[in-house]
């Protein structure tokens, strides 16, 4: 069964750190791209940042560059998204998905069940 699913959200106060993960079964882990999405109240969702597990290229929206980070670990199947400095407009239910066609251009079309990412001022 192909599945994705976050753990990891949770609240933090402005300038805190957390650290998001995406625990990926059913696919070729190595061939895979996997996104992180975030979609707040009012907002149309984003992606925040994306690798290719395939080459390890990295994308990152220009809001989070310097501020997050993402990796893999290919004995876990996980990827993670290390978030510091968190702002309140950080805030959204934060998503993981996975492309398995073109990398991170491709289309996502596996998703996770979200995880919610409170920063307070």
């Known amino acids: 069964e192909v599945q994705l699913v976050e753990s990891g959200g949770g609240s933090v106060q402005a300038g805190g750190s957390l650290r998001l993960s995406c625990a990926v079964s059913g696919f070729a882990f190595r061939d895979v791209a996997i996104g992180w999405f975030r979609k707040a109240p009012g907002k149309e969702r984003e992606e925040v940042s994306c690798i290719f597990n395939t080459d390890g290229k990295i994308y990152y929206i220009d809001s989070v560059k310097g501020r997050f980070a993402i990796s893999n670990d290919r004995a876990k199947n996980t990827v993670s998204l290390q978030m510091n400095e968190l702002k309140p407009e950080d805030t959204a239910v934060y998503f993981c998905?996975?492309?398995?066609?073109?990398?991170?251009?491709?289309?996502?079309?596996?998703w996770g069940q979200g995880t919610q990412v409170t920063v307070s001022s």
């Open positions: 998905a996975a492309s398995t066609h073109l990398g991170c251009g491709g289309d996502f079309t596996t």
